[in-house]
């Protein structure tokens, strides 16, 4: 099978890395960046680097556009211009409706594998990234069978495993489990750090205070886990956020009205209310685990 | 050093056992339930088993009391009522304006060790469980300096760092670094809860999707992160909220003031605000990170 990878990157490096040994396949790599394409081939993510999109995706039977989800709309366009009526188009970008809305190609398939990606770049590819990973599709209604089952079969040898899903629950699912903790990580470390900010002030100008003591002030790990994602990838993340603004703003609405909630309860110190609102909270994410949505342990 | 630890759970047995080996103190534990006390026994965390508060505290220099938080006024009163006038009487409660307001004794100094706690019960005390944690104390005024000193001494002894503050600061503190990320997790796990119900449906509800689809959906880490303590600990949690709620009702409706700002430059499709306050976030982080106050990595 030839697989061309547009944009190669942490995730379009690890494709070219698993498609080529353990498919067997013949990848062919695109990367508007010179160097970026010569540390492929070195790496041996890519068999051969192409200079142009066109040139890639002659010939190939699936592409897999790899690049920031800003721009992954436009090259995807590119490459339903090249490609062969028989070829596959799918992208790995981590929302999915507003790209299905703007490409009527039934060549399309919308993807998104999920992959972690503290790390970027082609140097931190790895053949094992997608291992035990689930593999979003969006395919729309007239979607060659044929060409759907050649990527649900790249993707199960890349490791992964294909769940196809309707592009608008896959974004207000990603909208609930992924955009909305990113939004709440950063809100947390925003008000984190004024009363840090403030409480250092404090302790600097209490005179029962050493010198040092301003510099120790602490908090558990809670804190940590809770915004280990703040502020994280800077380069992608606005764009994520705007790529689905609709669901996330439906996210964001309902959690301000639950905040709502709790701080009326709060107000009027009702014991009863906050138990069964955490007693609940606590019921849901056991009921999460035994779905397997939430990894143990 | 005479040693009173009144509740002896996870935190007061870990003060026993720390306090009897790395202080020589000689430990009396007193407890509603008399299995624990002699299970405290056993497992050496004290010296001797009282069965009236007033024993327990008799000749005390040091009490300690290790109760849940939603009766830890009353039983500090009722351990300052048999307490000698030097003795000095500290808590290890989560929060510390309520029960500064509440007891005007000089002999009480509030405390709260930043000690985990996803365990309960005397049989998971650890004679290192306080080794390099922080732990907060908020002497009023008035207090002895003597006995503020022992108090401060037996605590390094216990392996922690005694760090004064103003109990309304604390609080202010705890809303934004433990109590706020708790109640953002709850929200987090209920919205999860509710979209990947109605996910599920449309996965079962779609022809293409094979029967076992339904049961694959999946998150990333970041939400197992984010949601690792909704619903924790249930007996404590409800009364720990509530014994804050001036200031986790600040912190609450600060978040909702900054969630409506994300949610506005979402509507507006303002990529410049969005990037700013996600750069912001990241610099934030790193502040409190080189402040200490979010612990590596």
Redesign the interface.
């Known amino acids: 099978v030839k697989v061309a990878v547009l944009g190669v990157g942490l995730i379009g490096g690890s494709i070219g890395l698993a498609a080529r040994r353990r498919a067997g396949a013949h990848v062919v790599g695109y990367d508007p960046d010179a160097g970026v394409l010569s540390s492929a081939v070195e790496l041996e993510a890519i068999d051969e680097p192409a200079f142009e999109i066109s040139e890639a995706v002659t010939d190939a039977e699936l592409v897999f556009v790899a690049t920031p989800v800003g721009v992954t709309t436009r090259m995807t366009e590119l490459a339903l211009q090249g490609a062969g009526p028989q070829c596959v188009v799918s992208d790995v970008g981590s929302t999915k409706h507003e790209i299905a809305a703007a490409i009527a190609d039934p060549r399309f398939v919308g993807g998104h594998p ?1 992959a ?1 990606a503290e790390t970027a770049g082609v140097e931190n590819a790895r053949i094992d990234l997608f291992d035990g ?2 593999w979003y599709l969006t ?1 729309g209604a007239d979607v060659p069978v044929a060409g759907l089952e050649r990527l649900r079969e790249l993707i199960g040898k890349l490791g992964a ?1 294909p ?4 592009a608008h ?1 896959h974004d ?2 990603m ?4 955009h ?17 900010h ?3 002030e ?2 600097r100008s ?1 005179d ?2 050493d010198q040092e ?1 301003s ?18 990838n ?1 380069a992608i ?3 994520i ?2 790529s689905n ?1 609709d669901a ?2 439906e ?6 009205v ?3 909630q ?2 009326s309860a ?2 009027e ?1 009702d ?1 009863e209310a ?2 069964a ?9 056991e ?2 685990k035994r ?5 143990g342990p």
């Open positions: 999920l972690g990973a689930t395919p495993r769940v196809e899903i309707d629950d207000r699912l909208a609930s489990v992924s909305l903790p990113h939004v709440l990580a950063n809100v947390l470390v925003a008000q984190a750090g004024r009363i840090a403030q409480s250092r404090s302790l209490s029962v205070q003591q510099s120790r002030l602490s908090v558990g790990p809670s804190f940590r886990d809770a915004t280990r994602v703040a502020g994280a800077q993340w606005p764009d956020y705007l603004r996330l703003i996210a964001i609405e309902a959690a301000i639950e905040l709502e709790i701080r709060l107000g110190g014991a906050l138990t609102w955490h007693a609940l909270a606590f019921a849901t994410r009921e999460l779905a397997g949505l939430v990894p």
